[in-house]
């Protein structure tokens, strides 16, 4: 019923920027948080950045002041603009959104595929 589709991944050098973006599709009525998530080899999957569909922004510590979480409710469309990229940063990053599909109930979790960051000189 709703999907959801990242691009923008890439490989890139420690410094370096990349722009993800995540458009969301299907039976929507509403979609309220929306967000990223990224998860490195061996480890657990873990909270980007999160933004509202008022543009309240929330990020992890570790991307404070290099990350940039945005998005169009028009075109229910995420992005996370990505700066001073870090070895560290390396991931698989994962789009989800909370929709309320038409005639739904409730807001329920989706998530991408999943599109691969990798940060290496």
């Known amino acids: 019923q709703v999907q959801l589709v990242e691009s923008g991944g890439g490989l890139v050098q420690p410094g370096g920027s990349l722009r993800l973006s995540c458009a969301a599709s299907?039976?929507?009525?509403?979609?309220?948080?929306m967000g990223w998530y990224r998860q490195a080899p061996g480890k657990q999957r873990e909270l980007v950045a999160t933004?509202?569909?008022?543009?309240?922004?929330n990020y992890a510590d570790s991307v404070k002041g290099r990350l940039t979480i945005s998005r169009d409710n028009a075109k229910n469309t995420v992005y996370l603009q990505m700066n001073s990229l870090k070895p560290e940063d390396t991931a698989v990053y994962y789009c989800?959104?909370?929709?309320?599909?038409?005639?739904?109930?409730?807001?329920?979790?989706?998530w991408g595929q999943g599109t691969q960051v990798t940060v290496s000189s």
């Open positions: 299907g039976s929507i009525f509403s979609i309220n948080e």
């Open positions: 933004i509202t569909s008022g543009g309240t922004a």
């Open positions: 989800n959104a909370k929709v309320k599909v038409v005639a739904g109930r409730y807001h329920h979790d989706y």
